[in-house]
């Protein structure tokens, strides 16, 4: 069977660690079709707009789709379309799985960091309702729903029974938001009721964030409403080597996007410098979504092994490599 993929690009470096992606994904043997569709500022320029309709289209016949990164403009400008991609998709969840590499070395190099983000991924205040109240006083809302709140612990749950997950932990603020975090931990608690084999615990966000830096070992699955689990998912990713690592999915009822979630690194661009771990290890997880599940593991494992060997890495991770150098290595492992 072949998988059709649209595949997104991105901004800066992004075309270049997709293309490194394309290459280690087709060297694992998986049955793979591309459709290659442009979004952010490429887009813009040819299209005089950001997220054209085809991309839409195309995820429409896909129902997969592997992303580069794109830019979002700080204070201003256009919507993030990361953001605009999972609300119009239904992409309720954020799921990332934060490990760390053999031979990586970090701050946490001897810790043994094996955890799982799940991030609501559709509303709170990403809801972008905000509206200025009078001249210098703005409003946003924060939107918490039992339909979302449900649908995202259900996801954990059913993820930490499938794969041997011990505990869950809901992360909150709900001592001082009562009514919109409170409403989050009561669907929280109510799924864990039914999921008694696993242990629950919650955490209130700051000190979630405290305890993660101290003994992230400890630390097992998450679960956070939207803004919490991006702050969160950023902090994690910092202990294993930063986000040009960690890999990163939006999934829905019947759409999936797979993405890196580093910037574009428009500094780096088209110098052959760029580390495109985190968009492969993004593939390898869409693999396994495809029920591709040996391919991906075989990646993954190729992806460890050039680590663990730790001669052919890209400069942000200590090593000299260039982005081909790093893929023909993933690759030979792959053989």
């Known amino acids: 069977m072949t998988h059709p993929i649209t595949l997104i690009p991105g ?6 660690v997709a293309d490194a992606t394309v290459r280690a994904v087709e060297a694992t043997g998986a049955a793979v079709e591309w459709e290659r569709m442009d979004a952010g500022a ?45 609300k119009r998709l239904e992409l309720y969840i954020n799921f990332r799985p934060v490990r760390t590499l053999p031979g990586l070395k970090t701050r946490f190099q001897d810790v043994p960091i094996d955890m799982v983000i799940f991030r609501e991924n559709t509303e709170d205040l990403y809801s972008g309702l905000e509206h200025e109240v009078v001249k210098d006083v703005v409003e946003s809302l924060k939107i918490i ?58 955490l209130i966000v700051d000190n979630a964030c405290m305890q993660l830096v101290m003994r992230p070992e400890t630390f097992d699955v998450l679960l956070l409403p939207n803004l919490y689990g991006d702050i969160v998912s950023d902090l994690a990713a910092g202990l294993v080597g930063g986000l040009g690592i960690v890999p990163g999915a939006n999934l829905g009822e019947k759409d999936a996007v797979f993405e890196a979630v580093h910037g574009t690194a428009p500094d780096i661009a088209g110098q052959g410098k760029a580390n495109p771990t985190a968009l492969m290890q993004s593939a390898a997880l869409m693999l396994t979504h495809l029920g591709e599940r040996e391919a991906g593991q075989r990646l993954q494992h190729a992806i460890e092994k050039v680590y663990a060997e730790g001669e052919l890495l890209t400069a942000d991770v200590g090593g000299q490599a260039s982005t081909s150098e790093f893929t023909d290595a993933v690759i030979a492992n792959l053989r």
């Open 145 to 202: 729903t039992r339909t979302a709140s449900i649908r995202i612990a259900r996801a954990t749950f059913q993820f930490a029974r499938r794969e041997g997950r011990k505990k869950v932990t809901a992360v909150h603020k709900a001592n001082i938001m009562k009514l919109s975090d409170g409403l989050f931990l009561r669907c929280c608690r109510e799924v864990a009721a039914e999921c008694s084999e696993i242990s629950y615990q919650e």
């Open 42 to 86: 490429k887009a813009l320029a040819e299209t005089g707009e950001l997220l054209p309709k085809a991309v839409f289209q195309s995820l429409q016949r896909t129902h997969v789709g592997l992303k580069g990164p794109t830019a979002t403009p700080v204070a201003g400008g256009h919507k993030s379309i990361n953001v605009t991609l999972r």
């Open 11 to 16: 901004d800066g470096i992004g075309p270049e």
